[in-house]
């Protein structure tokens, strides 16, 4: 069993610990108990009645923000490749609004939208909720080995950072292919989480080859989401109460959203597998810890199997780095099957 990946020191499965209350002790008891109520009384007008009602995206969208705004999820970091103040010339616009106004559109145009492919990170039960807010995505669960995804409705995304990891899908999942659904919602963007299990966003882990299942041509856009404080991810299965906890009892929340730059299907896995070598080791060794060796051969092996041609992998390997890249982590080669012994160690542990 592998809790931290050898030679690195990086443990993605272990819970962030949150810093000592001290005298604000009674300050997080009080917002704790104010908030809990309110957040599920929202919760169940939303999920039970709310969601059911023609009130379009626009109602839906309002709704989740008021579920965000409960323990002051309002600050966002957002941050768009491609996308910087200067890129704008200001001669081509003739007053502030009117460029504020360009850099809206040209940000617009570098974010998801219908037909396109979100490949997200997963740390919290918060990424579903905000990506829901945003983009009004159609979301999915991702398996290793397999490259049909599960549909998932915005409350199972929500709980699913909850669930126990599992390398295969269960056998009443709704199993789909990813370019079934881009045909069926072609004005809803369609959301994988491929590294089928949540970390405490310390590293990516190897993907799941089910980002290679869609339809050529198709927009991919890498995704980072992380939060501050960061004891809000949830790597430990069922771990409800320690999330609620952190999540309501302080005062305010930070989300930290990187969106990179589109990588289209099929548009770029010959010229990123020709680089392969030389970008992943520049990719995989930047940083801090540069001397660290995360992996003997520099790479990260995303297809235990063999089953991926070396374009498949290389679109893989594209997407990986770009999420390491958003979030400022390494890429690691821990498994699925290494956070389920990871968990027992930890259930066991705390048993005791």
Not at 21 to 30: D, I, S
């Amino acid at each position: 069993m592998k809790i931290a990946f050898s030679g690195s020191g990086i443990a993605p499965f272990f819970p962030i610990s949150p810093p000592p209350a001290g005298f604000q002790l009674p300050l997080r008891v009080f917002l704790f108990f104010f908030r809990l109520p309110l957040l599920l009384a929202i919760c169940l007008i939303y999920f039970l009645v709310l969601q059911w009602l023609p009130i379009g995206s626009l109602g839906k969208k309002a709704s989740l923000w008021c579920i965000l705004g409960v323990p002051c999820l309002w600050w966002v970091d957002l941050q768009v490749d491609g996308v910087r103040r200067g890129d704008i010339k200001k001669e081509s616009v003739k007053d502030l609004s009117s460029w504020c106004r360009s850099l809206a559109k040209q940000q617009r145009a570098r974010l998801p939208n219908g037909g396109s492919i979100i490949a997200s990170s997963m740390t919290s039960p918060i990424d579903a909720l905000y990506l829901a807010a945003i983009f009004d995505p159609i979301f999915t669960a991702s398996y290793p080995n397999h490259r049909s995804v599960e549909r998932l409705s915005l409350f199972q995304a929500i709980l699913r950072p909850f669930s126990f990891p599992t390398i295969t899908p269960p056998l009443n999942a709704r199993m789909v292919d990813p370019a079934s659904l881009l045909e069926r919602y072609p004005h809803r963007p369609v959301v994988m989480f491929p590294e089928c299990t949540t970390t405490n966003g310390r590293a990516i882990l190897p993907l799941s080859p089910s980002l290679v299942a869609v339809p050529p041509k198709t927009k991919i856009y890498p995704v980072s989401v992380r939060y501050t404080p960061a004891d809000v991810s949830t790597p430990i299965p069922r771990s409800y109460l320690s999330f609620l906890w952190n999540l309501l009892s302080k005062p305010t929340h930070c989300i930290r959203v990187r969106i990179a730059e589109c990588v289209i299907r099929g548009g770029v896995e010959r010229h990123y597998a020709s680089t392969q070598p030389a970008a992943r080791k520049q990719s995989m060794f930047e940083g801090d810890d540069a001397s660290v060796n995360l992996i003997d051969n520099g790479v990260v092996d995303d297809d235990p199997s063999g089953s991926l041609t070396s374009e498949e992998k290389a679109l893989l390997d594209y997407i990986g780095d770009a999420l390491a890249r958003l979030g400022r982590v390494k890429r690691i080669g821990l498994s699925i099957q290494d956070k389920q012994e990871f968990v027992r160690m930890w259930t066991k542990s705390q048993r005791k």
